[in-house]
């Protein structure tokens, strides 16, 4: 096949750089396509600008790599785009980059991520090229060995950065026994244990049709779409090796550990068991951390540790729902003098919601922001395309984009005040610090 090369490439990018547009929420309405290979995606039609953005996921991400290979869903993201069928690396982003598309693989625990965005005129060309990446990697040596070299580097200087070792310890230590414990990068000793066979393998074990979750948004019409995903997904095996993945229960409550770091400010992480995705009380946890330390200068965490005693520059938390359990986290940096009151401040702030509850005043303005920020989700098609994605994975429905404002509206005072009490639980708190904070020490 032949690949063409676009001459005006100027041109080109200047044009993706006006594709992030879309229209508002109120605009979008959602198709369901399934192609003539049985291939479903949930598409969102806007010929306004000439662009397509895709993004699709693979059930089962890195809590899936094999015991003393951690880090290969993570790996393998990094060189699908590194040589595929006849064209090696080079080639292959050549021709990339010579007509404007951008083609980018991402590993989370719990899912393979890709995403892709082209011109409309070069669609045909861009899922080809998608095609060849998941089912013809090459894997050549020279970009396995340079890419490792790239992680074991990037993984050396994380080292040198506090957030990511607190964010790292965290896991660890609240999950020693589960897969969301181990780090997604894996480690120098496992990096160094994969290979092209290791690579093949997880390709064609992940990579199939009843795993696949897709969301397209751009200017492509459903009799179009049908092609193309035929185009870039038939040829995948029809199942996936199975997700085995035990639910995970959070350890460490209460616990806190202190890793020695010369800064001058500490970071410190903090989190304990929250709600899943999926947990009828999602929505009243959505609003209860918004007042609580979600919603930046407007909550209460902010107000108490920022805004009256000036403990920080920024406070926070925040709803991970992840797929085995959903966690409720936040963080802040702070003098290491002052860890120790900043943490008293934080672990009162939970407290008093547990037991207090909010307001109604600070019920309706936590619905006001988050019914009226729900629009800036869908300022372009790429961030269209992974709500579709996640709209699927949820199982939350062809409408939920017109149902989320009531969903968030029917959540009552009582509602949040009972999740508060049944969720939030100072004493349960895990907590690392990476720095030297005074007064603070690890848990015996």
Same mark, same amino acid.
């Given at each position: 096949?032949?690949?063409?090369?676009?001459?005006?490439?100027?041109?080109?990018?200047?044009?993706?750089?006006?594709?992030?547009?879309?229209?508002?929420?109120?605009?979008?309405?959602?198709?369901?396509?399934?192609?003539?290979?049985?291939?479903?995606?949930?598409?969102?039609?806007?010929?306004?600008?000439?662009?397509?953005?895709?993004?699709?996921?693979?059930?089962?991400?890195?809590?899936?790599?094999?015991?003393?290979?951690?880090?290969?869903?993570?790996?393998?993201?990094?060189?699908?785009?590194?040589? +595929? #069928?006849?064209?090696?690396?080079? !080639?292959?982003?050549?021709? $990339?980059?010579?007509?404007?598309?951008? =083609?980018?693989?991402? @590993?989370?625990?719990?899912?393979?991520?890709?995403?892709?965005?082209?011109?409309?005129?070069?669609?045909?060309?861009?899922?080809?090229?998608?095609?060849?990446?998941?089912?013809?990697?090459?894997?050549?040596?020279?970009?396995?060995?340079?890419?490792?070299?790239?992680?074991?580097?990037?993984?050396?200087?994380?080292?040198?950065?506090?957030?990511?070792?607190?964010?790292?310890?965290?896991?660890?230590?609240?999950?020693?026994?589960?897969?969301?414990?181990?780090?997604?990068?894996?480690?120098?000793?496992?990096?160094?244990?994969?290979?092209?066979?290791?690579?093949?393998?997880?390709?064609?074990?992940?990579?199939?049709?009843?795993?696949?979750?897709?969301?397209? +948004? #751009?200017?492509?019409?459903?009799? !179009?779409?049908?092609?193309? $995903?035929?185009?870039?997904?038939?040829? =995948?095996?029809?199942? @996936?090796?199975?997700?085995?993945?035990?639910?995970?229960?959070?350890?460490?409550?209460?616990?806190?550990?202190?890793?020695?770091?010369?800064?001058?400010?500490?970071?410190?992480?903090?989190?304990?068991?929250?709600?899943?995705?999926?947990?009828?009380?999602?929505?009243?946890?959505?609003?209860?951390?918004?007042?609580?330390?979600?919603?930046?200068?407007?909550?209460?965490?902010?107000?108490?540790?920022?805004?009256?005693?000036?403990?920080?520059?920024?406070?926070?938390?925040?709803?991970?729902?992840?797929?085995?359990?959903?966690?409720?986290?936040?963080?802040?940096?702070?003098?290491?003098?002052?860890?120790?009151?900043?943490?008293?401040?934080?672990?009162?702030?939970?407290?008093?919601?547990?037991?207090?509850?909010?307001?109604?005043?600070?019920?309706?303005?936590?619905?006001?922001?988050?019914?009226?920020?729900?629009?800036?989700?869908?300022?372009?098609?790429?961030?269209?395309?992974?709500?579709?994605?996640?709209?699927?994975?949820?199982?939350?429905?062809?409408?939920?984009?017109?149902?989320?404002?009531?969903?968030?509206?029917?959540?009552?005072?009582?509602?949040?005040?009972?999740?508060?009490?049944?969720?939030?639980?100072?004493?349960?708190?895990?907590?690392?610090?990476?720095?030297?904070?005074?007064?603070?020490?690890?848990?015996?």
């Amino acid at each position: 096949m032949a690949f063409p090369v676009k001459a005006a490439r100027a041109a080109l990018v200047a044009a993706l750089l006006v594709a992030g547009w879309a229209g508002p929420a109120a605009a979008v309405a959602v198709q369901r396509v399934v192609s003539d290979a049985g291939i479903e995606a949930w598409l969102v039609q806007d010929d306004s600008i000439p662009v397509i953005s895709l993004s699709a996921s693979f059930r089962g991400g890195a809590a899936l790599d094999p015991p003393g290979l951690e880090g290969l869903a993570n790996m393998t993201a990094r060189l699908l785009d590194e040589g +595929a #069928g006849v064209l090696p690396s080079q !080639e292959f982003q050549a021709v $990339l980059e010579d007509n404007a598309i951008t =083609l980018g693989f991402e @590993a989370s625990l719990d899912q393979f991520n890709l995403h892709l965005r082209t011109l409309r005129e070069n669609r045909g060309l861009a899922f080809r090229l998608l095609e060849l990446a998941l089912t013809e990697p090459r894997f050549d040596r020279e970009p396995i060995e340079r890419v490792r070299r790239q992680l074991l580097a990037e993984m050396e200087r994380s080292r040198q950065q506090p957030q990511r070792v607190a964010n790292r310890a965290w896991f660890n230590m609240v999950f020693p026994d589960h897969p969301y414990g181990r780090p997604v990068s894996g480690t120098p000793a496992t990096i160094s244990e994969i290979g092209r066979d290791e690579l093949g393998r997880f390709v064609s074990e992940r990579f199939a049709r009843d795993s696949l979750v897709v969301g397209v +948004a #751009g200017d492509v019409s459903p009799a !179009e779409l049908k092609g193309l $995903l035929d185009m870039a997904f038939a040829r =995948l095996p029809a199942g @996936a090796a199975p997700v085995r993945l035990a639910d995970a229960v959070p350890a460490a409550g209460g616990q806190t550990l202190v890793i020695n770091v010369q800064v001058p400010q500490s970071v410190v992480v903090f989190g304990q068991r929250g709600v899943k995705r999926t947990d009828p009380d999602y929505y009243a946890a959505l609003v209860m951390n918004y007042i609580l330390g979600g919603g930046g200068f407007s909550s209460r965490l902010t107000e108490e540790v920022r805004e009256k005693r000036g403990l920080a520059y920024g406070v926070y938390s925040y709803l991970s729902p992840m797929d085995r359990v959903g966690l409720l986290m936040g963080g802040v940096a702070t003098e290491n003098a002052r860890v120790a009151e900043t943490l008293k401040v934080v672990t009162g702030e939970w407290r008093r919601m547990r037991e207090e509850g909010p307001t109604a005043s600070e019920l309706a303005d936590a619905k006001t922001f988050l019914t009226g920020s729900f629009p800036l989700r869908f300022t372009s098609t790429g961030r269209i395309a992974e709500t579709l994605v996640g709209m699927q994975i949820y199982d939350l429905g062809l409408d939920y984009i017109d149902r989320y404002a009531g969903l968030i509206e029917a959540v009552t005072l009582e509602d949040v005040r009972r999740v508060a009490r049944d969720l939030l639980d100072p004493d349960e708190l895990a907590v690392v610090v990476v720095g030297q904070p005074e007064g603070i020490s690890s848990t015996p």
